[in-house]
């Protein structure tokens, strides 16, 4: 099985930078995902990561240490909007995404 | 379809009644997944289709849950039974393949049950 760790609440100012990080432990590796979701809302996806090393996309960045268990989601100029839960998500062997409990990112002004 | 749909959106229910809940993936997905979220948790998996078999069931609560996808595309998710505990938002993600890259929600649905 998998067991994915995450802060629960982090905060942050408008325009700042935040890194929200994921630690796991799994039997398997097929992948790592970070989703965003909004209150009420389905969870959207952020980034997929199965190789080590970070991968950039606009103001998000997804980092990942196989040999660690540990990966961290980078968000750049935070705006209001980014106030979310983020989600990790670790998929194992059978390919099947296990989620963390999220972490919910406060954004203030 | 153009995303993942889910109907009802809302559903409250009586202690003891029977419920479905239906999932219409993205077209060509042949990778379909049910999840449970709770309140402030993230979403707890239930069961996985690839095509038309259940591919895995190990989260299951229990044999008050069952889903089917008869023909490969349409799931249904049928909760019997219901219990208080069983509240939660139910969600269903598909994917082209069972890799699990290029997963996509649907928006839910809400089940009470009072």
């Known amino acids: 099985g998998q067991n994915i760790d995450q802060p629960t609440e982090m905060t942050a100012t408008e325009g700042a930078i935040v890194q929200i990080n994921c630690t796991y432990q799994t039997s398997g590796f097929n992948g790592l995902f970070w989703y965003q979701q909004h209150a009420g809302e389905a969870p959207t996806f952020l980034s997929y990561?199965?190789?080590?090393g970070l991968e950039e996309k606009g103001r998000f960045s997804s980092f990942l240490s196989r040999s660690k268990g540990y990966s961290y989601l980078l968000l750049k100029e935070l705006q209001m909007k980014d106030s979310a839960s983020y989600l990790c998500a670790v998929a194992g062997g059978s390919y099947i995404p296990t989620f963390g409990r999220g972490t919910s990112l406060i954004v203030h002004p | 379809g153009a995303g993942v749909s889910q109907t009802p959106s809302n559903k409250v229910t009586e202690k003891g009644k029977y419920v479905e809940l239906r999932c219409d993936p993205i077209s060509g997905h042949t990778a379909l997944y049910w999840y449970r979220q709770s309140l402030g948790q993230g979403p707890e998996f239930l069961i996985y289709f690839q095509g038309t078999g259940a591919a895995d069931d190990s989260g299951l609560p229990n044999d008050r849950f069952f889903a089917v996808r008869p023909e490969g595309s349409v799931s249904t998710l049928k909760i019997q039974r219901t219990e208080r505990g069983d509240s939660a938002v139910y969600l269903c993600?598909?994917?082209?393949?069972?890799?699990?890259?290029?997963?996509?929600f649907g928006s839910g649905t809400r089940l009470t049950v009072v």
């Open positions: 993600a598909s994917s082209p393949e069972a890799s699990g890259n290029g997963y996509t």
């Open positions: 990561n199965v190789l080590d």
